[in-house]
């Protein structure tokens, strides 16, 4: 059997499309049928019933599924055991999430989490697609990534369960010294505001194109520079190169100075949301995940006080 049936088969569950599932997978949709259909034979049944729209699990489906991933991540395993790579233990944890996250936010988390068990665990970084499709197709045990209500992450909650580790708000920012040299914002006709913006796959870069259209006055920009990276557009508006768009968490983890423009009707409100799937076994990640639990409901009790006080 090749892996990439299987990874095949956890994308086409998740999307219940072979047009989207063919496009994740980097490959033509007849190949990517005909994968499935080898899956199938392999495994002695039929594991999506095409007779409906859109495509489902049938209940042998649903049965492999619950496996695909395990075998995926224990085949991981079993070929570093081979290739001599350092070996984790059991307590070992994958987790997906943008970098953005990684870098700001994230150790401090994991210190919280993990107090109690020591567990290890490998970090896969990327744009918010491939996140998810690292998920789907068990390559991960956890994702985490920013959300926001106008552009939600499409995971089925049947299949996946989420929870809100915090808020953030993404809106423009300028250095103090550029502004000094009499930018105005968003621009004039004569003045266009030079911008440092997300390159147009990533996600980030749906998020500013929301907060563009529904501002309160039109932007008057010329694009001087894009990046997948926020990191690098960080820096080059640290050196006043242009206005660049940035969590307000960001801003405050590299603690430069930096001025935000455009008041609230520049600004979008942000989620940012950890998911697993619900069918995964490993302990570790159940125990991590409690744990997880438990830091969102205290940061909720402590952003909503009014919650948590019993009633008379």
Partial sequence: MDTRWLQ??????????????????????AAFSRRIQSLEAWAGAALIDRGVFPPALTTAGEQFRTHAGDLLARLAEA????????VFGRDHVRVALPYVIATSMFSGWWSEWTAASGATCALVHGNVLDLVG???????????????AQQPVHLDPAQFERIVLGRDVLRPWAGKAAMARGWSFPGSETRPVP????SPAIYFARL??????????????????????????HAMTCAGLGVGWFTDATVSHHGTE??????????????????????????????????????????????????????P
């Fill in 8 to 29: 095949d088969f956890l994308t086409l569950a998740e999307t219940r499309n072979f047009t989207r599932a063919a496009a994740r997978r980097n490959t033509s949709q």
């Fill in 134 to 148: 690292s998920l789907v197709s068990g390559s991960t045990d956890i994702m985490i990534c920013h959300e926001t």
């Fill in 258 to 311: 930096l001025v935000p423009l455009g008041g609230s009707g520049w600004t979008l409100p942000l989620s940012i949301v950890a998911f697993r799937a619900r069918h995964a076994r490993r302990r570790s990640v159940a125990d991590i995940w409690s744990h997880m639990l438990a830091h969102a409901a205290l940061k909720q009790g402590a952003e909503h006080p009014e919650r948590t006080r019993k009633r």
């Fill in 195 to 198: 911008l440092l913006m997300y």
């Fill in 79 to 86: 070929r570093g055991d081979i290739e001599g790579r350092p």
């Fill in 208 to 233: 500013v194109d929301l907060i563009i259209e529904a501002a309160p006055q039109r932007l008057l920009g010329a694009r001087h520079a894009e990046s997948d990276m926020a990191d690098v557009l």
